[in-house]
């Protein structure tokens, strides 16, 4: 080392363990004055906080448009990053430490000028260069990451297992493994020029300008961390002069920088700066292990199927080492790398099967770790009043999905709720709505919850709103109520308010629901529009707000839909039928909510009535209007029969009748339930008589026209459903026989003929034991066996 001349160049591969260690011991060996990292130099400021306790890798730089907080750039840096190894050592010795890649502020705006390109590679000669793939070609493998490992990651762990832990690289040049690189590096520069990286010429320009400002602070001592495919450039000759030319009149955007959490999961992602790792977790692994990295892997393995009730026993752990390092050895590899190790555990520990492998990757490979960032980090102030309001509901941000279940009755929960649904409508997705799991009450609430570090950049874009979660979400709402075009736009948001317990937007939203609602004279809109509020006066009720004015607009809607939607059902084609039909389902389960419950749902049952019954209402409307009618005890069954008959009497065109069977029986969009729409017909086989005469009538030349519908309606009953049809239809009708009571009579359709009083009784000490009523006699009949 004190022979070399001129600053010391470490070429490294971004979140490379084996290239981490090896800057480590490179450095321990210079003892260079200063250290200088590619990186946006607007963050030197920031970089002392890389010593904070409270700071832990995986941890990322982020730099946005201050005017656009929607151009933004990330520099990951894991705890087994080079630069991040370089950075602490630095720190941590006192040596001065720089940032010296291109200012965020030239790259963001180059990112967005079509001078400069969307920041995608150019290709040289159709082929856009992988610098580590070439090489890996040339030395005969045909997976550049195997020959990255043999060379460089393992090279570490080999040298630690003769000479001592990883780091200690006693009797071995520290710098060797660069120099190769380096002149690697530098046969690929001048063979492929800057290899269809367009803007690395400039990048490089802008570095040894830094590295010459540097030198002549610190001397020629200083080391550099930086992407392999720069040392070339970097050691080259060049003038100040031309370096300068290279950087004249680049566009320049104000950018603020800070430091942000990353996670595992997003490193193995193939996009922004220095991506395309697979595996992070078996990186971080290879990084911290001390010793013996693959028995330890093994262990960790073992550890996790154990959690997860598969049986691993020590002899599994043993033999899938043993295993791993001979398929190392006869692959000619000097350490098992990730492939040998997954092989093994696939034979050993899983029998052949590649089921627990996922989970070995999803939890393992790749991980959900996520990184941590002190408060003292800069951040706009809507970040910071997230912060606190996470820290206050113990809402802590995590990589991994996990399930929220809320009851809003407990005010911990109700506002978490509210922080969740302001967040949504700021567009921070941090949290998903999921199917309930404790119940459909609206009591209720159950979220999915996975942080993403992406969503810095959403609250950075939001915070134009408001410098609160609260104050955002209210100014946000206000706006889009004013700029909404559709009335069903404008309930949405009144929904979403309501939801996020945004009470000063609500006078502008109510406004403009009320101004949409007046003008929009499209029944269609008006029944689109009318759940959304009709929920939104549920959710009232659940959060203990006003919601007076909102049922008023809602009666208004339902009442203005009873009047066009006769006139609305006429004339239409086949899909405008189907659309309405949604409309129909919708609104007859909003009517139910809305404040003058009785008297709405008296003139919307008299607008089904006249659907059912009028012959120029497509057949999928009356069939449905009719059901309707029917669950709701408006229509009797004999009536239900009669409508049927009609529809499906030999006068009616067969696509029509099967129309008409669709809408009565099938499921579809806000239908009432498939499974509950088949089982009408398991359990009253009068129309199940009439559909099957039906369908047996329908001659051949009109059957495959009908075929789609019926096929449509049948499929979405669930399997149990389908199979109880067939054997009723196969049965055929049921014969009326003496029922076990004596009686003979008729029984209800679908039941057998009927009571067998003795069966019945049989139950009813069993239920009163159930209620806790029972008496001496029930326990006598009990003990008796009955």
Same mark, same amino acid.
């Given at each position: 080392?004190?022979g070399?001349e001129g600053p010391?160049?470490?070429? &490294?591969r971004h979140h490379?363990p084996?290239s981490?260690?090896? &800057?480590r011991?490179?450095?321990?060996?210079?003892k260079?004055?200063?250290?200088?990292?590619?990186g946006?130099?607007?963050?030197?400021?920031l970089?002392?906080?890389?010593?904070d306790?409270?700071?832990r890798?995986?941890?990322?730089?982020l730099?946005?448009?201050?005017?656009?907080?929607g151009?933004a750039?990330?520099?990951p840096?894991a705890?087994?990053s080079p630069?991040?190894?370089?950075l !602490?050592w630095?720190?941590?010795?006192?040596?001065a430490?720089r940032?010296i890649?291109?200012p965020?502020?030239?790259?963001?705006?180059?990112?967005?000028d079509?001078?400069?390109?969307d920041g995608? *590679?150019d290709?040289?000669?159709?082929?856009?260069?992988?610098?580590?793939?070439?090489?890996?070609?040339t030395a005969?493998?045909?997976?550049?990451?195997?020959?990255?490992?043999?060379?460089v990651e393992? /090279?570490?762990?080999v040298v630690s297992?003769?000479?001592g832990?990883?780091?200690?690289?006693?009797? $071995?040049?520290?710098?060797?493994v660069?120099?190769?690189?380096?002149?690697?590096?530098?046969?690929l520069?001048?063979?492929?020029?800057?290899g269809g990286?367009?803007?690395d010429? +400039?990048?490089?320009?802008?570095?040894?300008l830094?590295?010459?400002a540097?030198r002549?602070?610190y001397?020629?001592?200083?080391?550099v961390?930086?992407?392999?495919?720069?040392?070339?450039?970097?050691a080259?000759k060049? $003038?100040a002069?031309?370096?300068?030319?290279?950087?004249?009149?680049?566009?320049?955007?104000?950018?603020?920088?800070?430091?942000v959490?990353?996670t595992?999961?997003?490193?193995a992602? !193939?996009?922004g700066y220095?991506?395309g790792?697979?595996?992070?977790?078996?990186y971080g692994h290879l990084?911290a292990?001390?010793?013996?990295p693959? *028995?330890?892997?093994?262990? /960790?393995?073992a550890?996790?199927l154990?959690?997860?009730?598969r049986i691993?026993?020590?002899?599994h752990?043993?033999?899938a080492?043993?295993?791993a390092?001979?398929?190392?050895?006869?692959r000619?590899?000097?350490?098992?790398g990730?492939t040998e190790?997954?092989?093994?555990?696939r034979?050993?520990?899983?029998?052949?099967?590649?089921?627990?492998?996922?989970?070995i990757?999803?939890?393992l490979?790749?991980?959900d770790?996520?990184?941590?960032?002190?408060?003292s980090?800069p951040?706009?102030?809507?970040?910071?009043d997230?912060?606190?309001?996470?820290?206050?509901?113990?809402?802590?941000?995590e990589?991994?999905?996990?399930?929220?279940?809320?009851?809003? /009755?407990?005010?911990?929960?109700?506002?978490r709720?509210r922080l969740?649904?302001r967040?949504r409508?700021?567009g921070v997705?941090?949290?998903?709505p999921?199917?309930?799991? $404790?119940?459909t009450g609206?009591?209720r609430e159950?979220? /999915?919850l996975?942080?993403?570090?992406?969503?810095h950049?959403?609250?950075?874009?939001?915070g134009?709103w408001?410098?609160t979660v609260?104050?955002?979400?209210?100014?946000?709402?206000?706006?889009r109520?004013?700029?909404?075009t559709?009335?069903?736009e404008?309930?949405?948001?009144?929904?979403r308010?309501l939801?996020?317990?945004?009470?000063?937007?609500?006078?502008?939203?109510?406004?403009a629901?009320?101004?949409r609602?007046?003008?929009?004279a499209?029944?269609?809109?008006l029944?689109q529009?009318l759940?959304?509020?009709a929920?939104?006066?549920?959710?009232?009720?659940?959060?203990?707000?006003?919601?007076?004015?909102?049922g008023e607009?809602?009666?208004?809607?339902a009442?203005?839909?009873?009047v066009?939607?006769?006139?609305?059902?006429?004339?239409?084609?086949?899909?405008?039928?189907?659309e309405?039909r949604g409309?129909l389902?919708?609104?007859h389960?909003?009517?139910?909510? =809305?404040?003058?419950?009785?008297e709405?749902?008296?003139?919307?049952?008299a607008?089904?009535?006249g659907?059912?019954?009028r012959?120029s $209402?497509?057949g999928?409307?009356r069939?449905?209007?009719s059901?309707?009618?029917?669950?709701d005890g408006r229509?009797p069954?004999?009536?239900?029969a009669?409508?049927?008959?009609?529809a499906?009497?030999?006068?009616?065109p067969?696509?029509?009748a099967?129309?008409w +069977?669709?809408?009565?029986?099938?499921?579809?969009?806000?239908a009432?339930?498939?499974?509950?729409?088949?089982?009408?017909l398991?359990h009253?086989?009068?129309?199940?008589?009439l559909?099957?005469?039906? =369908?047996t009538? &329908?001659p051949?030349?009109?059957?495959t026209? &009908?075929?789609?519908?019926?096929?449509?309606?049948?499929?979405?009953?669930e399997?149990?459903?389908?199979?109880t049809?067939?054997e009723?239809v196969?049965?055929?009708?049921?014969a009326g026989?003496?029922?076990?009571?004596?009686?003979? *009579?008729?029984g209800?359709?679908?039941f057998?003929?009927g009571l067998?009083?003795a069966?019945?009784d049989?139950?009813v000490?069993?239920v !009163?034991?159930?209620l806790g009523t029972?008496?001496?006699?029930?326990?006598?009949?009990?003990?008796a066996?009955?």
């Amino acid at each position: 080392m004190t022979g070399r001349e001129g600053p010391l160049l470490l070429g &490294v591969r971004h979140h490379g363990p084996g290239s981490a260690r090896a &800057v480590r011991a490179a450095l321990d060996a210079a003892k260079p004055p200063a250290v200088l990292i590619e990186g946006p130099p607007e963050a030197d400021a920031l970089l002392p906080l890389a010593a904070d306790e409270r700071m832990r890798p995986p941890v990322a730089l982020l730099a946005h448009a201050v005017d656009d907080p929607g151009r933004a750039a990330f520099w990951p840096l894991a705890e087994f990053s080079p630069e991040w190894v370089a950075l !602490r050592w630095a720190l941590d010795h006192g040596a001065a430490v720089r940032l010296i890649d291109l200012p965020a502020t030239h790259s963001l705006a180059m990112a967005s000028d079509p001078t400069w390109g969307d920041g995608e *590679e150019d290709e040289v000669d159709g082929v856009r260069i992988d610098p580590i793939a070439v090489l890996a070609g040339t030395a005969g493998y045909d997976d550049p990451e195997r020959w990255w490992e043999d060379v460089v990651e393992h /090279r570490t762990a080999v040298v630690s297992a003769r000479h001592g832990p990883p780091g200690d690289t006693a009797g $071995t040049d520290p710098v060797a493994v660069f120099d190769g690189l380096a002149e690697a590096m530098t046969a690929l520069r001048e063979a492929y020029g800057h290899g269809g990286h367009r803007r690395d010429p +400039i990048r490089e320009a802008y570095m040894r300008l830094q590295l010459r400002a540097a030198r002549k602070t610190y001397g020629d001592g200083v080391a550099v961390v930086c992407g392999a495919w720069h040392v070339p450039a970097l050691a080259a000759k060049s $003038t100040a002069t031309a370096d300068r030319a290279l950087l004249k009149g680049l566009p320049k955007v104000k950018a603020d920088i800070t430091w942000v959490p990353w996670t595992h999961r997003r490193l193995a992602r !193939r996009t922004g700066y220095g991506a395309g790792i697979d595996s992070p977790g078996w990186y971080g692994h290879l990084f911290a292990a001390p010793d013996r990295p693959v *028995e330890r892997w093994m262990t /960790r393995i073992a550890g996790l199927l154990r959690a997860e009730d598969r049986i691993v026993s020590s002899a599994h752990v043993i033999e899938a080492v043993r295993l791993a390092a001979t398929l190392a050895a006869m692959r000619g590899r000097p350490l098992a790398g990730l492939t040998e190790t997954m092989d093994a555990v696939r034979a050993v520990m899983c029998d052949g099967s590649d089921v627990p492998l996922d989970l070995i990757r999803d939890r393992l490979i790749v991980g959900d770790v996520l990184g941590e960032v002190p408060d003292s980090a800069p951040a706009v102030p809507l970040q910071r009043d997230l912060t606190r309001l996470q820290r206050t509901l113990r809402l802590k941000p995590e990589a991994f999905a996990r399930e929220l279940d809320l009851d809003l /009755r407990k005010e911990t929960d109700a506002a978490r709720s509210r922080l969740l649904h302001r967040l949504r409508l700021l567009g921070v997705d941090w949290g998903e709505p999921a199917a309930g799991r $404790t119940g459909t009450g609206t009591f209720r609430e159950s979220w /999915r919850l996975r942080w993403q570090p992406e969503l810095h950049v959403r609250i950075a874009e939001a915070g134009v709103w408001g410098t609160t979660v609260l104050a955002a979400a209210t100014a946000k709402a206000e706006s889009r109520a004013v700029s909404a075009t559709t009335l069903a736009e404008v309930t949405a948001l009144a929904e979403r308010c309501l939801l996020a317990a945004l009470p000063d937007a609500l006078p502008v939203v109510m406004k403009a629901l009320a101004d949409r609602a007046a003008l929009d004279a499209d029944v269609g809109h008006l029944a689109q529009a009318l759940p959304a509020l009709a929920r939104s006066l549920r959710y009232g009720d659940v959060r203990s707000t006003d919601t007076a004015a909102l049922g008023e607009v809602a009666t208004g809607l339902a009442l203005r839909i009873c009047v066009g939607l006769p006139p609305a059902c006429t004339g239409l084609d086949a899909d405008g039928a189907a659309e309405m039909r949604g409309h129909l389902d919708g609104v007859h389960s909003a009517v139910r909510l =809305l404040p003058d419950a009785d008297e709405v749902t008296a003139r919307w049952a008299a607008v089904l009535r006249g659907l059912a019954g009028r012959d120029s $209402t497509p057949g999928v409307l009356r069939g449905r209007a009719s059901r309707l009618l029917l669950d709701d005890g408006r229509l009797p069954e004999d009536e239900a029969a009669r409508l049927m008959g009609l529809a499906l009497s030999p006068g009616t065109p067969p696509a029509d009748a099967a129309a008409w +069977i669709e809408g009565f029986v099938g499921g579809g969009p806000g239908a009432s339930g498939s499974s509950g729409d088949g089982m009408l017909l398991v359990h009253d086989e009068r129309l199940l008589a009439l559909v099957d005469a039906w =369908l047996t009538g &329908v001659p051949a030349d009109a059957f495959t026209d &009908v075929l789609p519908l019926l096929r449509r309606t049948f499929a979405a009953y669930e399997p149990g459903v389908r199979r109880t049809l067939g054997e009723l239809v196969r049965r055929g009708p049921s014969a009326g026989v003496p029922g076990a009571g004596g009686g003979g *009579e008729p029984g209800a359709p679908g039941f057998g003929p009927g009571l067998d009083e003795a069966r019945a009784d049989a139950v009813v000490p069993l239920v !009163r034991l159930l209620l806790g009523t029972r008496d001496e006699d029930d326990d006598n009949l009990v003990g008796a066996g009955r």
